[in-house]
């Protein structure tokens, strides 16, 4: 759970925050709340939005599957760096 949750983080949040904070940053200042609600938006929504409403619980299943096992990109990359 919490290598998915570092990893839509690296996803989710503005590079600029993910500079200046990083992930343990936000996972230490940001109450556990919004980090549960900003994770499982971000994730319902990519699932819904690649998949569709009538995609089925093993579709969500490869999913996160992949997801986890997807790298987040590079900061430098995001800004058409090297």
């Keep these: 759970r919490e290598r998915l949750f570092c990893q839509v983080l690296r996803l989710a949040v503005p590079t600029i925050m993910l500079e200046h904070l990083g992930v343990d940053g936000i996972l230490a200042n940001v109450p556990a709340n919004y980090v549960n609600a ?36 590079k900061t430098s990359a995001l800004h058409g760096g090297a």
């Design 38 to 73: 900003m994770v499982g938006a971000w994730v319902a929504s990519r699932f819904v939005y690649r998949n569709g409403l009538d995609s089925s619980e093993v579709s969500f299943y490869f999913f996160l599957r992949n997801l986890s096992s997807e790298e987040a990109p």
